[in-house]
């Protein structure tokens, strides 16, 4: 072969080259891209079917203090904790109660007796009036609280940053910690990748921590061995979605859970084996990718939502 022919063939190769750079290029510039094959849609999942929704929004009480952090249910009276206040309503809106704190909370608890109010690291306890009865000792680097229920003498608080539950008795001294594993196989570790970690106790007095990261709700004895789980990895309106859900649980009078999730805003109840009973607020009654509000609820079923974005207490009653 001769230069010449040979100069020509590795002009037309280059061409080639180039105008293929350049069908790619235009074919993947900026506002011409093609579908991603592994992007999903959640706008489907948006619209649930009526015949899952069993509840109705009722009324709303607006909350015009500073941010909200947390809320609790107690004898009719809704207590609510936010940046460096405790406030007391009434389930009509009346204010009974408000004190400044010295600190942020992150979550509160209202027994017969006193409140348990968590901030990052730290217990305090309160009575009904909002005098300070206690200040239990720090958790220590990495604590962040998220949760306090309570069971007779124990106290029990979800710990997001160390992914651990952490049992006080009475008195304030730490009797025990676990981090969810388990010798069976079925145990896995608390997997937390947000400060999204909630616990509750039934009313058979039985420890109930999520596992956000695996969509999970699981039984626990207070030595830290796990009883029993259930979880739902769904798209659909029966499961969970996202990085870390169920952010928040309740439970009802028959063990029942609510639960409330991020991302796609959903209030859902779930029968005690995991079973969907009813969808109590759809997706398209919050913020799109909003937080995913509080919730608790009371002897009568009626369920309330803090709607962290709305900054208003949302009351839902069955249909």
């Known amino acids: 072969?001769?230069?010449?022919?040979?100069?020509?063939?590795?002009?037309?190769?280059?061409?080639v080259i180039l105008l293929i750079i350049v069908m790619d290029f235009s074919k993947n510039r900026p506002g011409k891209l093609g579908e991603n094959p592994y992007a999903y849609d959640v706008d489907e999942f948006v619209t649930v079917d009526p015949s899952w929704i069993h509840y109705k929004e009722t009324r709303n009480i607006p909350l015009k203090n500073r941010q909200c952090t947390g809320f609790d249910i107690f004898e009719n009276e809704i207590y609510i904790v936010g940046e460096q206040f405790l406030q007391v309503i009434t389930t009509d809106g009346r204010q009974k109660l408000f004190r400044e704190l010295e600190a942020i909370p992150t979550c509160i608890k209202a027994e017969h007796d006193k409140l348990y109010i968590g901030f990052e690291r730290f217990l305090q306890l309160f009575d009904h009036e909002g005098n300070k009865l206690a200040s239990w000792e720090e958790l220590g680097e990495k604590t962040v609280i998220t949760s306090v229920a309570v069971k007779g003498e124990y106290i029990y608080v979800a710990d997001a940053g160390n992914r651990r539950v952490v049992i006080y008795d009475s008195s304030g001294v730490v009797k025990h910690e676990f981090e969810g594993k388990s010798t069976s196989e079925a145990g896995h570790g608390f997997i937390v990748p947000s400060p999204n970690f909630d616990l509750v106790v039934n009313n058979y007095g039985e420890l109930w921590v999520v596992n956000p990261g695996k969509h999970a709700i699981e039984n626990?004895?207070?030595d830290g061995e796990m009883r029993g789980f259930w979880q739902g990895s769904s798209m659909s309106v029966e499961g969970f979605t996202g990085c870390c859900n169920p952010a928040e649980i309740a439970v009802m009078e028959d063990g029942s859970f609510v639960t409330s999730e991020k991302g796609l805003v959903r209030i859902k109840i779930y029968d005690p084996s995991g079973r969907l009973k009813s969808v109590v607020a759809p997706p398209d009654k919050f913020k799109e990718e909003g937080r995913a509000p509080e919730v608790d609820t009371d002897e009568t079923g009626i369920i309330y939502a803090l709607d962290f974005d709305k900054m208003m207490i949302r009351i839902f009653e069955p249909k």
């Open 1 to 15: 072969m001769n230069k010449k022919n040979l100069t020509v063939i590795v002009v037309l190769v280059i061409a």
């Open 220 to 222: 626990y004895t207070d």
